[in-house]
């Protein structure tokens, strides 16, 4: 299912050429990385390590969202590790991605980590676009 923006809040514009061995930049000179292919030890990032990146600031970005919706306050030390996986799938006929979020909230009870994790997977919208599209594990340390 599909869901149309109402209202655009932000758009991102980049250009990359070169692909997994070339460069991205975003319009605004914020962003401009060499890009290199996992696994070669060329230097510079790859679009899993960019996704997981922006996937996790999204996801404590949501964490924020329930904190106030939830009444609980969400630690100053809250982080959140990913992993992005690429591989291929059964027969190996399609490559596919597949993700692990580790979600640390040093001090809060596990019924609280629970809750807040949750709530911020229904309404990140890294989690949104990704929910039945890949394999995604959630875990709260």
């Known amino acids: ?10 758009t991102a514009h980049t250009r990359t050429t070169g692909g997994r061995e070339g ?5 605004d000179g914020a962003l ?5 292919t996992p696994g070669t030890g060329q230097p510079g990032t790859n679009p899993e390590q960019l996704f997981a990146v922006g996937w996790s600031a999204c996801f404590i970005g949501a964490m924020q969202l329930a ?3 939830l009444g609980i306050r969400l630690p100053d030390d809250t982080a959140v590790d990913a992993s992005v996986s690429l591989g291929k799938t059964a027969g190996g006929a399609h490559y596919a991605l597949a993700a692990r979020l580790t979600v ?3 001090g809060l009870d596990e019924a609280a980590k ?6 911020a997977h229904q309404t990140c919208p890294y989690s949104r676009a990704t929910r039945g599209n890949i394999d995604v594990e959630l ?3």
């Open 1 to 10: 299912m599909s869901h149309s923006l109402e209202t655009v809040l932000y």
């Open 23 to 27: 460069a991205g930049r975003s319009s």
């Open 32 to 36: 401009d990385v060499k890009l290199g």
């Open 67 to 69: 904190s106030r919706k």
């Open 104 to 106: 640390t909230l040093p």
């Open 114 to 119: 629970r809750q807040l994790v949750e709530e």
């Open 139 to 141: 875990r709260v340390a």
